[in-house]
């Protein structure tokens, strides 16, 4: 079998098979329900499930729920070795996932059907997996991936994970081994240093898409973080 992308739905009728190969099922409208060994549950938009090969599953859906489905012969050894089966997608592949949709909705064209696949797992390489991730974790994972120039409070993201605040501290940080104040900072700091290097915006600009309104502050923690300041990183 050859490496595959394709869009595909399911039915609410809950079936389940079991294949040869690895396959990767990436909602890219509505949720699936998925039951395989170490996972039953919800897959929603910005998450995927793996489905190694040989591995019996069920699954439904509501019919007007559509997927990018990768069916593989070899899995990235991120994925084929983590814990769980469900990760949380990157925002670089997220917006990969809406180009693979345009584009096999276009036309077929086998070279850049390549081409595709090979970004694609390249893509999944990178993907940070670990120990199972709290559904509810995942959530907010998203939410802050979405848009990191919000403003982040533990109160509101603890009510998006529906857990009180301290509760939601405590999961987080098992979950992600770091602090979600920690975790914030990181992701500005790493989405900061992308801006800066691959695109030309005023630092004030790219200081409020990563959420410092305060360019002082900005550069004061950007310094801290990386060694040196945003405009020595543009040199």
């Known amino acids: 079998m050859q490496d595959n992308l394709s869009i595909r739905a399911y039915s609410k ?26 996972y039953q549950g919800k897959v929603s938009v910005g998450e995927c499930v793996v489905i190694q090969s040989d591995t019996f599953h069920l699954f439904r859906a509501n019919e007007e729920a559509r997927f990018i489905v990768a069916d593989l012969n070899l899995l990235p050894d991120n994925l084929l070795n983590m814990d769980s089966v469900v990760f949380s ?3 670089p592949l997220r ?20 081409l595709m696949q090979q970004m694609f797992f390249q893509l999944l390489q ?4 670990g120990e199972q991730i709290d559904s509810r974790v995942r959530s907010v994972i998203q939410h802050i991936s979405d848009d990191l120039s ?14 009180s605040p301290t509760q939601f501290k405590k999961i987080f940080k098992q979950s992600m081994g770091e602090s979600v104040l920690q975790y914030i900072m990181i992701q500005r700091m790493e989405k900061a240093k992308a801006l800066l290097t691959h695109t030309d915006g005023p630092v ?5 898409q ?13 310094s801290h973080f990386f060694g040196l300041s945003p405009r020595q990183l543009r040199r």
């Open 89 to 91: 997608v990157s925002s």
């Open 13 to 38: 009728q809950r079936r389940g098979h079991v294949h040869c190969y690895h396959q990767l099922v990436l909602p890219i409208l509505g949720t699936i329900i998925i039951e395989l060994e170490g």
């Open 150 to 163: 919000l403003t982040f409070t533990i109160n509101g993201l603890a009510d998006i994970a529906c857990l």
């Open 210 to 222: 990563v959420g410092y309104g305060d360019i002082s502050a900005f550069s004061r923690r950007f």
């Open 204 to 208: 004030q600009l790219i200081s409020e």
């Open 126 to 129: 990178q993907q940070r997996v």
């Open 95 to 114: 917006s990969y996932l809406f180009f693979i949709e345009k584009q096999l909705q276009h036309k077929v064209d086998s070279s850049i059907e390549s």
